[in-house]
């Protein structure tokens, strides 16, 4: 069993910055790629930001040149450095991550329990 728990999130003015964690735990052989989802009401969830193991990193093109995704393979962690925050960024935020429980078996998703972030105009 792999748990990921968030951390980081809160209430910031506009123009702001928060950074997000993410630990996973558990049964973990290796971990391919980590990734930031965001939620806010009445949307679907859709991607922030994602890296792989080897720390390639792509962005959703509304937070490129904002936000900064980074990763400490040792402690299976990711991080979201979210800076310039705009009322549109306020949402819930989950980290999902590809793990391998063993080393004979697939990878499969696990995700965070989420983050509010609350952006005040």
């Known amino acids: 069993q792999v748990q990921l728990v968030e951390s980081g999130g809160g209430l910031v003015q506009a123009g702001g910055s928060l950074r997000l964690s993410c630990a996973a735990s558990?049964?973990?052989?290796?971990?391919?790629?980590m990734a930031w989802y965001r939620q806010a009401p009445g949307n679907q969830r859709a991607l922030v930001a994602g890296?792989?193991?080897?720390?390639?990193?792509n962005y959703a093109d509304s937070v490129k040149g904002r936000f900064v995704i980074s990763r400490d393979n040792a402690k299976n962690t990711v991080y979201l450095q979210m800076n310039s925050l705009e009322p549109e960024d306020a949402a819930v935020y989950y980290c999902?991550?590809?793990?391998?429980?063993?080393?004979?078996?697939?990878?499969?998703?696990?995700w965070g329990q989420g983050t509010q972030v609350t952006v005040s105009s």
């Open positions: 999902a991550a590809d793990v391998r429980e063993y080393a004979y078996s697939a990878y499969d998703t696990y």
């Open positions: 558990g049964r973990i052989f290796s971990i391919n790629y």
């Open positions: 890296i792989t193991g080897g720390g390639s990193s």
